[in-house]
C-alpha cells in the first residue's frame, strides 16, 4: 500500500486540477511521490487530449484586461465543454492567465499567440493542452481582440450569476470618456450588431440584402413601380439592424448611437463583442 495522506490527494487535486480518483490512483503509482503523481497525472491527462479533439466546446468564459490608463485593453473566450468545468476556479485562473498574457504581449492574431511563450519555455498551446489534460475537457481558445492607442473600456455580462461572464464587449473611443464608454459597450452586449458603420459592410452584403428585399416584394404582389421605394427601405432596415451607429440606442431609442456620440464628442473607434460559443 503506497505511503500517502487524504493531504497528500488534496494538494494533489489542487495543484493539477484532476479528480479524486485519479489522483489517489497516481499517487499509488508514484509510491507518494507529489511531484512523480503530478508528472503521471499529467502524462496521462495529455494522452487523452487527442481523444477529445472531435468533442464539442459551447461552453466557457470571456475573460478581460483592461490598462489601469484605459490606454489598452484585452478580451478572451477560453471554451470548455461544460458549463461544470466552465465555473470552476482553475478553468477561470487559465482564462484569466491567458487575458494577462496578450495584454502583455499583444499578439498580432490567434497564430501569434498560440505560438507565444507564455511561461519559459511553454507556449500558449502547451499551456491549453495543459489544462485540456488536467481538467479531463477540450479546452479552446480561438477568438480574442486586443485596443491599444484611444481610450479602451470593457463590460462583461454574466448570463447566470453562477457562471463566469458569457458575453465581453471591448470598446475603443478617440478620446476619455467613461460613461458613455461604458453606456455604448452595454448597448453592443445587449444588441449585437454585426458592423460599426455601413462603410464597414463589404459590397455584396448589401446588394445580397437589396436583392432578397425586391425578391420578397415581388413575391409579396408589391406595384413594380413602388419597388425601388420599397426595397431602399427595407435595406435601411437591414442597416439600422446591423450597423452599430444605425441603431436605436438602448438608453434613448429616439437617439442614434451615432447621436449619442456625436452629442458627447467622442468618435467610436472600434468594437469586439465577443459571446461564449456564438
Do not use: W
Not at 478620446?175 to 464597414?200: C, G, M, T, W, Y
Amino acid at each position: 500500500m503506497a505511503n500517502f495522506t487524504a493531504a497528500d490527494v488534496k494538494a494533489l487535486r489542487e495543484k493539477t486540477g484532476a479528480g479524486m480518483m485519479d489522483c489517489k490512483k497516481a499517487l499509488d503509482e508514484a509510491n507518494g511521490d507529489l511531484e512523480k503523481a503530478i508528472e503521471i497525472v499529467r502524462v496521462k491527462g495529455l494522452k487523452g487530449v487527442a481523444k477529445r479533439e472531435s468533442r464539442t466546446t459551447e461552453n466557457g468564459a470571456v475573460a478581460s484586461v483592461i490598462a489601469g490608463d484605459n490606454t489598452s485593453g484585452v478580451i478572451v473566450e477560453l471554451k470548455c465543454e461544460t458549463d461544470f468545468v466552465a465555473k470552476g476556479e482553475k478553468f477561470v485562473a487559465v482564462a484569466d492567465a491567458l487575458a494577462a498574457h496578450i495584454a502583455k504581449s499583444a499578439p498580432a492574431d490567434l497564430e501569434a499567440l498560440l505560438a507565444s511563450e507564455i511561461e519559459a519555455g511553454k507556449t500558449v498551446q502547451a499551456f491549453i493542452d495543459e489544462a485540456n489534460a488536467t481538467l479531463g475537457e477540450k479546452i479552446v481558445v480561438d477568438r480574442f481582440a486586443y485596443f491599444a492607442g484611444g481610450f479602451v473600456s470593457v463590460y462583461m455580462h454574466r448570463t447566470a450569476a453562477d457562471l463566469p461572464p458569457q458575453v465581453g464587449v471591448l470598446v475603443e473611443l478617440d478620446k476619455e470618456n467613461a460613461e458613455v464608454a461604458k453606456d455604448v459597450a452595454q448597448h453592443i452586449a445587449a444588441f449585437a450588431p454585426k458592423f460599426l458603420s455601413r462603410d464597414e459592410i463589404p459590397a455584396e452584403v448589401v446588394e445580397n440584402e437589396r436583392r432578397i428585399a425586391e425578391e420578397t416584394a415581388r413575391a409579396e404582389g408589391k406595384p413594380e413601380a413602388a419597388l425601388p421605394k420599397i426595397v431602399e427601405g427595407r435595406v435601411t432596415g437591414f442597416f439600422k439592424e446591423s450597423v452599430l451607429l444605425d441603431q436605436a440606442f438602448a438608453k434613448d431609442n429616439k437617439k442614434s448611437v451615432q447621436k449619442v456620440l456625436d452629442e458627447a464628442g467622442v468618435t467610436l473607434k472600434r468594437f469586439s463583442r465577443i459571446r461564449v460559443g456564438a
